[in-house]
């Protein structure tokens, strides 16, 4: 069974720029996690998606940040325009069904790093 | 106060050693407790799960959990350095629809 992906693994941007991430998850999953997770903290949950819907993107600072996953696959998360407080790993996550108790498996994040 | 407290090491134990990670939470509503393992510049996995009250077994590694004192504790048994990771405790569950992590504790297995 093929893994969560995500690219790009790294970015670099100065402040004020855009940047999008990308996110495949794993085949027949239903529920997508976009979490951001600072150095030395846990990761945050984002936006979660339910098929191509959104369930909860109550910590998604929407005034920056953006997100969508047309025909319930693939997802985008933006960021326009960053600020330096936005440095983190953006995680990508899926399960099967979206329920708290179902196991989420995560890609490997895009580090990101804001000059 | 955090809804998830968890002490951040780093911890570093020689090879073979007993480990024990703790996680503390206040939010009496949580049913889900998860611990993930997340290498250096990998994504986290699922390592234990348990619901409710308990322990959990699985070859090294035990997971219990006290909710009258809601304390969560994950135990490796005959650490090896391939255990050196961060390892996140996530509870959910109740009203919480979505898993809150703790912030992890780095931990290293000497050899």
């Known amino acids: 069974e093929a893994g969560v992906a995500q690219s790009p693994r790294y970015k670099i941007i100065e402040k004020r720029q855009s940047v999008a991430f990308w996110c495949n998850p794993i085949?027949?999953?239903?529920?997508l996690y976009w979490y951001q997770q600072i150095l030395g903290q846990g990761p945050k949950l984002l936006i979660q998606f339910q098929n191509n819907g959104v369930v909860d993107d109550s910590q998604l600072p929407k005034d920056r940040f953006s997100a969508e996953r047309l025909k319930g696959v693939d997802s985008t998360l933006k960021i326009q325009p960053a600020k330096l407080e936005d440095s983190a790993v953006y995680l990508c996550?899926?399960?099967?069904?979206?329920?708290?108790?179902?196991?989420?498996?995560f890609g490997d994040g895009t580090r990101l790093s804001i000059l | 106060q955090k809804e998830v407290e968890q002490d951040p090491g780093p911890l570093s134990v020689p090879e073979g050693a007993i480990v024990s990670l703790n996680c503390t939470y206040s939010?009496?509503?949580?049913?889900?407790f998860m611990w993930y393992r997340q290498y250096s510049r990998k994504g986290p996995e699922l390592l234990m799960y348990t619901y409710s009250s308990g322990n959990k077994e699985d070859g090294r590694f035990t997971a219990q959990v006290d909710k009258s004192s809601k304390y969560i504790s994950l135990f490796i048994r005959d650490s090896q350095p391939s255990d050196s990771a961060t390892y996140l405790c996530?509870?959910?569950?109740?009203?919480?629809?979505?898993?809150?992590f703790g912030s992890g504790t780095q931990l290293t297995v000497l050899p």
């Open positions: 996530a509870m959910g569950g109740g009203s919480a629809r979505q898993l809150t």
């Open positions: 085949s027949g999953h239903a529920t």
């Open positions: 939010n009496s509503a949580f049913q889900y």
């Open positions: 996550a899926s399960s099967f069904s979206g329920l708290v108790d179902q196991p989420q498996h």
